[in-house]
């Protein structure tokens, strides 16, 4: 469900890109019209029938994105910190609960947390795998607004702008947590993500799946308000996930270990009406199988094989 920090707002003319004909994962031209965003001046959500994401037809400016992102966590509901997952530490026993520890493995885990806030999900996967890595972790946190936490006990921390900043390194665990939907072209970014893993790593996203939802609102207005344009710029739901390593030349590789409905941002405790009903849509999944996609958010595990990729792999 849609988040504190996540609320559709109208975005004038001045600070709208021109409209862009082509997919920005795969460069499919031939869009198919999903939801209206916005009117005056029109935004749609293009469904890409080649790799099945949903993108905004016109991408905020880098402008307009600076300045909704430099506010992003005023009025944190969480003062002092920079994490929209309201239990962090469960998102990280489950992150932790899909790695595998290789068999070569140094004594330190390796994990690169891109647009993690302030690294805290990183620091609490570091911390329930120190059964397994007595060396604790090093993590690498890409966020331009990234502090990280003074209480994470065993973690060692770099922060770098922007991933181009981090040095270049094989890590045992990729996290994008909540990221990627508000990147407007991200394919380069998944490519560098993925390539960063070394073998037998693995990768984690969570992104939205709200398309469906939303087209079953009884109002647009409501719509508009789960799709959370202009913070949300796709949504990316099952069968992109399913697809997406083929769609970028890397099923020789990789391949998707796991591929299913996200864990519930909120508690019950802190957002009891919301975690309620994200917990009842994801239910369905289960009960009604592939064809129930009122599901919300959708989260996927990578893994990195250990040989390499064939040639002819096409990563452009």
């Not at 399913?242 to 590789?253: F, K, Q, S, W």
Request: aromatic residues 8%.
């Amino acid at each position: 469900m849609a988040t504190y920090y996540h609320r559709a707002a109208h975005v004038p003319e001045v600070d709208l890109r021109p409209p862009d004909p082509s997919c920005p994962i795969c460069g499919h031209t031939e869009r198919i019209p999903r939801y209206e965003l916005q009117s005056e001046p029109e935004v749609l959500l293009l469904g890409c029938p080649r790799c099945h994401v949903a993108s905004a037809s016109r991408m905020p400016t880098e402008e307009a994105l600076d300045r909704l992102y430099g506010c992003y966590y005023a009025g944190d509901p969480n003062p002092g910190g920079s994490c929209t997952f309201d239990d962090p530490e469960r998102l990280g026993r489950a992150i932790a609960r899909e790695y595998s520890p290789r068999v070569d493995r140094d004594p330190s885990l390796r994990v690169l947390d891109f647009g993690g806030g302030d690294g805290t999900i990183a620091a609490k996967v570091v911390q329930a795998l120190a059964h397994a890595y007595p060396g604790g972790g090093e993590v690498t946190l890409v966020d331009a607004s990234g502090t990280p936490p003074t209480d994470a006990e065993g973690v060692r921390f770099s922060v770098h702008r922007t991933i181009a900043d981090a040095p270049e390194r094989e890590f045992d665990l990729v996290i994008a947590s909540a990221v990627l939907e508000h990147i407007p072209y991200p394919r380069p970014v998944l490519l560098s993500l993925l390539e960063a893993l070394g073998g037998g790593g693995l990768f984690y996203a969570r992104t939205p799946f709200m398309l469906p939802l939303a087209r079953c609102m009884p109002t647009r207005r409501i719509g508009r308000e789960l799709l959370c344009y202009p913070y949300h710029v796709h949504d990316m739901g099952d069968r992109f996930w399913d697809g997406v390593l083929e769609v970028l030349g890397m099923a020789g590789e990789y391949h998707v270990r796991r591929s299913r409905p996200s864990i519930v941002e909120q508690t019950m405790r802190r957002h009891p009406v919301r975690a309620a009903a994200a917990r009842l849509l994801k239910a369905g999944r289960r009960l009604f199988g592939p064809h129930y996609r009122l599901v919300g958010g959708w989260e996927v595990f990578v893994e990195r094989d250990h040989g390499e990729m064939p040639a002819g792999g096409d990563r452009r």
